[in-house]
């Protein structure tokens, strides 16, 4: 013999609020349950992903204002608001970021040091000592400098200025 079901509400009508399963009672009687609806995770605040956070209780809005704020969101950079591909994007485009700054800092200090080094370089290759008879002639980049070999001479700087030793 097949058990009668009947609806324990008034509503009859097929809606979202009146979907009901059927379930057995210690009993061993068929009664209809009435289901709750099922809630959405929240959206993801980053615009870019269509889907909705991972992670997240899937629970109706009036379970999570029972809820402490701790159970509600994740434990995560951005609070939880932002997807987690999004968050890894945020850190990684951070820590390149970070790169870049220190490449752009060693190669200033690289160049400063090759101009240094170059300069150096230059100065003496154009610094060039002849011998010529007892006196030594200092040939530099600007002009030419005399150098006297005798004790107690007088010596030309490289503005022409006299200089004595």
């Known amino acids: 013999m097949v058990q009668c079901l009947t609806n324990h509400r008034r509503l009859s009508y097929n809606a979202a609020s009146n979907k009901t399963r059927l379930s057995r009672t210690p009993g061993n009687r068929i009664v209809y349950l009435y289901t709750k609806k099922v ?28 809820w402490s704020k701790t159970r509600k969101h994740l434990s995560r950079a951005c609070g939880g608001s932002t997807c987690a591909p999004r968050v890894c994007d945020r850190i990684k485009d951070a820590f390149l ?20 080094k170059f ?4 100065f003496l290759s154009n610094k060039k000592v002849k011998k010529r008879g007892k006196k030594k002639h200092l040939v530099l980049g ?8 005798k004790p107690g001479g007088s010596r030309i700087s490289r503005d022409g200025g006299r200089q004595e030793s």
Do not use: F, M, W
């Open 39 to 66: 809630g959405k995770a929240s959206k993801s605040a980053c615009g870019v992903c269509p889907g909705r956070r991972r992670g997240a209780h899937i629970v109706r809005p009036n379970v999570l204002t029972r």
């Open 97 to 116: 970021i970070d790169e870049q700054k220190v490449i752009v800092k060693v190669l200033k200090s690289r160049a400063q040091s090759q101009k240094a």
């Open 119 to 122: 300069k150096n370089e230059a």
């Open 142 to 149: 600007r002009g030419v400098g005399k150098v006297s070999t």
